[in-house]
Every structure is written in C-alpha cells, then in structure tokens.
C-alpha cells in the first residue's frame, strides 16, 4: 500500500515536498518513483529510483528542479518540487514496480510504469 501526502496549492516560484509512505517494500527487485496527471493529458513519469543501484531517474520536465529520495527507516519517497510553474499542476501519484530481472538499473530502466499505485496527492500551482 502507497499513501501520497503533502500536495497543496502554491505559488508559480514556490516549493513543495511529497511524501509517500510504502507499507512494506519487495524483498526482491524494483523501483519505485513518482508520476503525475494533469486533466486532459497523458500520466507523466517524474523521476524513480531503482532499488539495485539506488540512483535517481528524472524526467526532462522536471530535472533540476525536482529531487527525489528516500528515507528507508520510514519507509517514505519524498519529492522535493522548487521553481514550480503552473504546467507543474496535477494530481502526483508514487508507484512500485515490481521488477522480474535483475538487469535493471538506473542505466537502462525507463520511469513510465508502475504495478501498485497510491490514490494520489493533488498539487495545484497558481497565483
């Protein structure tokens, strides 16, 4: 099970943190990252770690603006959003994938699929 927290509404400029508590990780292979929707578009993947090397994914949108990481005592995924613009509007999701090999990476692993999902945190940026 996957709880999102800590959407909101903020200013075009601003800055949010997601948090994303996992109950429970796969003892084997996976990654695990952030996705968002906006009305009328296309789910987005943001960014994902893949557990083997524990290196960040991020997608073109968002790179050097978004970081994400993780707190494995608490079983928690963040999402460190600054310099948000309104296109950063939509409802942001964090998913497991459950992998099948242990060949992936954070080299060859693309952030566009999730296996369990949360029910999603609503982020809104407008002045």
């Known amino acids: 099970r996957l709880v999102e927290s800590g959407g909101g509404l903020v200013q075009p400029g601003g800055s949010l943190t997601l948090s994303c508590v996992v109950d429970?990780?796969?003892?084997?292979?996976?990654?695990i990252g952030w996705f968002r929707q906006a009305p009328g578009r296309e789910r987005e993947g943001i960014s994902c770690i893949v557990n083997r090397d524990g290196k960040a994914i991020y997608g073109d949108s968002v790179k050097g603006r978004f970081a994400i990481s993780r707190d494995n005592a608490k079983n928690t995924l963040f999402l460190q959003m600054t310099s948000l613009k309104s296109e950063d509007t939509a409802v942001y999701y964090c998913?497991?994938?459950?992998?099948?090999?242990?060949?992936?990476?954070?080299?060859?692993?693309?952030?566009?699929?999730?296996?369990?999902w949360g029910k999603g945190t609503q982020v809104t940026v407008s002045s």
């Open positions: 429970g990780y796969p003892s084997d292979y996976y990654a």
């Open positions: 998913a497991l994938d459950h992998l099948t090999s242990p060949d992936f990476s954070s080299d060859n692993y693309h952030c566009d699929y999730g296996d369990t």
